[in-house]
């Protein structure tokens, strides 16, 4: 930024790809799989499905494959939420300056 506080697209598209990339790492891909896990399975009568909840998820993939499943997938997560962010975070930029004339700071 500026001596004003403003900064560029470029660093706002940057700022944004950062941090949609670690919010991928930190929240979104084990939480992804959680979903995944507890949509794909199959309930028939009579039968106790295998996850009862989201903790159980977690317990039962960690104990039978191991902490790094938590994060399969993670890449195509990354690309997605780091793209989605640095977009974002650029265009509510330029929006704001464009539209309402607020600067950054």
């Known amino acids: 930024a500026d001596k004003d506080g403003n900064t560029t697209a470029g660093k706002n598209f940057t ?59 993670n890449m195509p997560t990354v690309i997605r939420q780091g793209s989605n962010q640095a977009f974002n975070f650029m265009s509510m930029a330029i929006l704001n300056k464009a539209l309402w004339g607020k600067e950054q700071g």
Do not use: H
């Open 15 to 73: 700022a944004g790809l950062m941090v949609g990339s670690l919010e991928a790492c930190m929240i979104v891909t084990p939480f992804e799989v959680i979903k995944t896990r507890l949509q794909k399975q199959v309930n028939v009568a009579g039968v106790e499905p295998k996850y009862k909840g989201p903790v159980d998820v977690v317990v039962k993939v960690i104990r039978e494959e191991g902490v790094r499943r938590m994060w399969s997938g």
